[in-house]
């Protein structure tokens, strides 16, 4: 099981959606992790591609169904009100619905610390609030730069 929500968030990145049916291969690239998706486009950019596939970590079984089922029930409530987005500011994100929250249940406090541990290095300063987003089945997030927030 993966998370509904929190699976395309830029907390940990983990796959990329492709706008091509089960292709993940690109010409140039030698191996394309089974987990990896890589959108048509980097046909045309293979080095790019190569560079995306070395910077991202996959860590098999990092989060049990039980932690995974504990932030689905503190966030779904919420979520669950919020209706799907197709225009975003920057024209990057479609098909979406999103939060930030800052309070978490003692439980989900030490499962989102550990993912911070993980993801971002200690001397790095993180913002405060955890930003969850959740795509509809067809919606989607196209290669983009994050505004910076501090």
Partial sequence: MI?????????VPLR???LTLGENQVKGVEKCPEY????????EFPIEAEKVIESMKVYRNFLSLDEEKSILEEIEPYMSKLKYE???????????RETERLKWNNENAK????????AFPSNVPQIKYVHILDLAKDGYIKPHIDAIRL
């Fill in 86 to 96: 197709f225009d975003h500011w920057d024209d990057a994100i479609h098909g979406y």
């Fill in 111 to 118: 499962i989102l610390n550990r993912v911070r541990e993980i």
């Fill in 3 to 11: 998370f509904s929500y929190l699976k395309k968030s830029v907390i």
């Fill in 16 to 18: 990329l959606y492709s």
């Fill in 36 to 43: 990896i998706d890589l959108c048509h486009k980097f046909q």
